[in-house]
């Protein structure tokens, strides 16, 4: 178990780090650059190790108990995925590593103050040979991380294997799980009038038309006009699969197109898109969409918030349950039918943490009792579309040693995660054995979990 959660802080905390440069840290001098170690054609550099413990610290996370050793086998593993992703003809999506860049150097920027102070730290002479470097560093960590994604996505463990999992932790190390909530909601959206929605129609279908019979760039109208804020600046682009999470009206459309076609207006919770495929690419989708959401007016809004107004006071006197309540009010298809109990995306159960929630869910029903019925408040959507809502606590569970039974969908986590550490170990294993690897000076004298230095 130790071993476990000794893995997964490298894995899974350290990893995100990777995606970060120093350069949004406080000027530091590394020392002059040697070739640590080689992977493939890949060169790992001394001052990747530098950056990447300063990184960490400037996180505000403690390195006390990471090693400059840890971090070239974090190092080595990263390129050896990389390394085998090429080999693998595993394609990153250039679009959206060049998204990322424009995102990083903009947020250098913001933090430097000015473009000559990023370009002086990095020592450019300009911000395209930046863009070139960061591009490289991005990509890199894309592949790695769909190579990781190809190597551990069919991996599964079963009934027998979780029980076994769980009676191999010693009693005196079983983990503790936190205080976790069951939470239902009840949520009320304005609605806008008919006339206001037939005008978004209208303004789509004049989309579609330019583009159809006039060859408008559907990109262009993307970023001029959508009110999807998330895809706006990519014009509007997505890459999706039968995976990624989206709503049932935009994955019907969507996966029903054929590559050119734009489909005809269509409605989400989000509001009106049109939307095209642009590419196919094995089992994903190359697509772009434009988002238009309908203007609600003052009055709309005043009805909404009066109708969960009056729906809270019968539930509160007895005339309703919440479970019936969410059914045959509720606006959120999603949850309405459960009785408004919300799903955990994480753990996909229905607990919830009560130490990990979001902080603004964390006000509205930490100080609930069991069956107590929150305030209304308004949670806008992410694109800012006013959503009024009231929530409550269906049960809590206080905080206790795990459990096999109460807590077999975490101990079941606990024991995947064993078991894909296990995979990537087997596959380096045998990877490291077929890849031209070479480790240098002081990094010889690590003592690796994987055979880096093929003894």
Known sequence: MKYIIRTLIIL?????LLAQDSITNSFTKFKVDGVAGVVGEYLILESDIDKFLFDIKSQGQSTVDITPCQVMGKL???????????????????????????Q???????????????LEFYKKDNIADLRVELFSIRKDIRLSESMNEKIISEVDVTPDEVKSFFERIPKDELPTFGVELEI?????????????????????????????DNGSSFATKAVLYTDDLASRGEGGFMMIDRKTPLVKEFRDVVFGL???????????????????????????????????????????????????????????????TFDEAAREFSDEKETKFDGGVL???????????????????????????DGEVSLVFNDPSRTGKTRFKIMTVKNRLEE?????????????????????????????KEKIEETYIKVNGENRNCEYVSNWLKN
């Open 12 to 16: 899974f905390v350290c990893q995100p």
């Open 76 to 102: 080595l593993e990263d390129k050896l995925l990389a390394h085998h992703a090429i080999q693998d003809s595993i394609v990153v999506n250039d679009a959206q590593v060049n998204s990322e860049v424009d």
């Open 104 to 118: 990083l150097i903009d947020r250098f920027i913001q933090i430097r103050g000015s473009e000559q102070k990023v």
């Open 184 to 212: 239902a909601q009840i949520v009320i959206e304005p609605k806008a009038t008919e006339e206001e929605r037939q005008k978004i129609i209208d303004r789509l279908n004049s989309f579609r038309s330019d583009i159809l």
């Open 258 to 320: 054929q590559e050119g076609e734009v489909s005809e207006p269509f409605e989400t919770e989000y509001g009106f898109h049109i939307a095209t495929l642009e590419k196919i690419r094995g089992d994903k989708l190359e697509i772009r969409h434009i988002l238009l959401i309908p203007d609600v007016d003052k009055e709309q809004e005043e009805e909404a918030k009066d109708k969960i107004e009056r729906i809270k006071k019968r539930i509160e006197s007895g005339e309703l």
């Open 343 to 369: 799903v955990n995306p994480v753990t996909l159960d229905k607990r919830f943490e009560l130490n990990k929630l979001d902080p603004t869910l964390y006000t509205k029903v930490n100080d609930l009792n």
């Open 400 to 428: 206790h040693k795990a459990d096999y039974s109460k807590d077999y969908i975490k101990i079941k986590d606990l024991a995947l995660r064993e078991k894909q550490i296990q995979t990537i170990s087997d596959w380096q």
